[in-house]
């Protein structure tokens, strides 16, 4: 909330949405509520790509937000 900059600001709100919405689907189709997807839980889930993926985006994320929080551009 306290970005200086916008794109980081929206760039880490959409990674945080990602995160939540794959662990809500997993969770609703582990109650049985939804039928299973398919889709793997963030860096729980057995799965190569997925945990790649998923390690690069927060990777980007985190440096995103250390360079807003320096001030750097």
Do not use: E
């Not at 970005?3 to 997993?26: D, E, K, P, S």
């Not at 189709?29 to 997807?37: D, K, M, R, V, W």
């Amino acid at each position: 909330m306290q970005a200086h900059n916008r794109f980081a600001f929206y760039t880490v709100g959409g990674t945080a949405a990602l995160f939540m919405i794959q662990i809500c689907i997993n969770l609703i189709s582990t109650l049985h509520i939804f039928a299973p997807t398919g889709m793997t839980l963030p860096f729980i889930s057995y799965g190569g790509s997925s945990l790649v993926g998923f390690c690069i985006l927060f990777g980007m994320m985190l440096a995103l937000v250390r360079m807003d929080k320096w001030g750097q551009q």
